[in-house]
């Protein structure tokens, strides 16, 4: 069956070191991939869209990376801030195009 | 970049009415939404596909009947909890994806409707 594996439920680190989260998948043959930030309470918000083609991609102090033989992503937030602080979300697209999501990585960075 | 709005965030009912959230896609047109479903500490999972003119399209275990969608415009779908019990309390996330003209294959999620169920 289709999985997609995010590392730990909670990743604690202080402010302006650099994060960094895996999302693992199996039993799918992505086009993209894509991360989201969920704040409590709130929906998910896209952050960043990775491609087959694409090894590495950025947005300010966020950078992904994308593995389709490791069939890995890594997202990474440089400089954190305590504002960081959220759940991020890998998600793969089904073959309908609707989104099957990791459980999400905890991150609490604190000053 | 793309907003979908969401109505009501929050509502309280009595068990055995039935609730309607909006979804809305603002500065977009989307022929496909979604609907989702989140319980505490948990993720999010698909209760149904949304497409315009069309019937839904609902997951394994989804009452269709009991979680009514239509998907009126390209800008609009609805979801009515009908007969709302406890159990059905939870937090709803409706979708967009962007795949119109000049789209980019992203979704665009709205903030979420926290349903309370009495």
């Known amino acids: 069956s289709q999985k997609i594996e995010q590392n730990s439920e909670a990743l604690n680190i202080q402010e302006g070191k650099t994060a960094t989260l895996t999302c693992n998948y199996t039993n799918y043959s992505p086009a993209y991939l894509q991360w989201y930030r969920q704040d409590p309470g709130r929906g998910p918000v896209f952050l960043l869209l990775i491609r087959e083609n694409e090894k590495e991609k950025r947005k300010e102090r966020l950078k992904v990376t994308f593995d389709t033989t490791l069939k890995q992503s890594l997202f990474h937030i440089t400089a954190s801030q305590p504002a960081d602080s959220a759940t991020y979300l890998c998600?793969?697209?089904?073959?309908?195009?609707?989104?099957?999501f990791g459980k999400g990585t905890s991150l609490l960075v604190t000053p | 970049g793309a907003v979908v709005s969401q109505h009501p965030s929050r509502v309280i009912c009595k068990s055995g009415t039935s609730v309607k959230i909006e979804c809305r896609s603002l500065?977009?047109?989307?022929?496909?939404m979604f609907w989702y479903r989140q319980f505490p500490k948990q993720s999010l999972m698909l209760m149904a596909t949304?497409?315009?003119?069309?019937?839904?399209?609902?997951e394994q275990g989804v009452e269709k009947d009991k979680f009514l969608i239509n998907h009126a415009s390209l800008t609009l779908s609805t979801l009515t909890v009908t007969s709302a019990h406890p159990e059905d309390s939870s937090f709803y996330i409706c979708?967009?994806?962007?795949?119109?003209?000049?789209?980019?294959?992203?979704?665009?999620f709205g903030p979420g409707t926290r349903l309370t169920v009495l």
């Open positions: 998600a793969l697209e089904n073959s309908g195009y609707a989104l099957n």
């Open positions: 979708s967009a994806r962007d795949s119109g003209q000049g789209g980019t294959d992203t979704q665009y």
């Open positions: 500065d977009f047109q989307a022929t496909t």
């Open positions: 949304s497409n315009e003119g069309s019937k839904a399209t609902y």
